[in-house]
């Protein structure tokens, strides 16, 4: 698999909600920031996730926040992000502070269908610029993108285009143009798809990959497949296994017996959506094993990195 934390800008991380994107994308700039790599991670709701696991204060749109070294976090906040471009396009000032102030410019921020995906995805290449657009902020070698569920996900990067059609000339137009450039742009972005090893996770990482080429023009480079858990029995344990567990063991042996099993049988379901995936996906597989935490702190996320930099 190419080495896709050494030699992109971008990467966007997304799939379907609840299969720990966040996790992966923290993880991600763990490994890229411990490989020498200026990495900033991206969050577009205000979840505040990728602070608190490194035990830092809050994230936010107001300021880029160091969470290691290398490695720093920002919630995207739309109005934010429209006002500081605006600024670089009016140059600040009188124009600037009438305009944002306007109720019309607020409500068309708030309202208009792909206004705020389309200012959040701009921010993203604002981020990815080696000049920025307050050129006092610093500048990333690598921006790591918590993007919203598939659905949404693609939906977001579909927005350059829509605007770029409707704006036929102007700085909106061109701004679209040169996200499109660098969203369809292999050597510069990569798509990763996170997924469980479920049956509906899976069918959504295919069904986002069919889909991500005619939004972007390029297919998924990566597949992260989370909790899955270990292969712990062979065919031989297992029928041992069977075997004992029809013995009338105490109580708690049996209980033992039956957890063994239910593991084992659990492990093997997972394995045959791995199966699909590798099958039905051009994307490289990597897995991450499930992890027996109620909360996950810097020792598991350390754990995950260097998973994923051993794979990526």
Partial sequence: MEALLRNRRVLYVTGKGGVGKTTVAAALGLAAAEA????????????????????????????????????????IDPSRAVQEWLAKQLGGGAP????TRSHAFQYFVAAAPGAKELITIAKVWELAQLERWDRRNRTYDLVIVDAPASGHGLAMLNTPRTFGEIAHVGPIRRQATKIQELLGDAERTAYIAVALPEEMPVVETLELGRKLPDAVGLGLS??????????????ADVKAIRAASRNGWDPEAA???????????????????????????DAGVVTLPYLFESELGLDQYQQLADALADAL
Avoid: Y
Avoid at 61 to 75: P, R, S, Y
């Fill in 36 to 75: 020498g790599r200026r990495t900033i991670v991206c969050e577009v709701a205000e979840q505040d996730r990728v602070s608190r696991a490194f035990k830092r204060e809050g994230v936010s749109a107001e300021a880029e926040v160091q969470l290691a070294d290398n490695l720093w976090a920002v919630t």
């Fill in 255 to 281: 209980a033992a017996l039956r957890a063994a099993l239910s593991e084992h049988d659990r492990a093997t379901m997972q394995r045959g959506h791995l199966r699909r995936l590798e099958r039905e996906s």
């Fill in 96 to 99: 600037l502070r009438i305009m």
């Fill in 222 to 235: 990566a597949i992260v497949v989370n909790g899955v858990w270990p292969g712990r029995f062979s065919a």
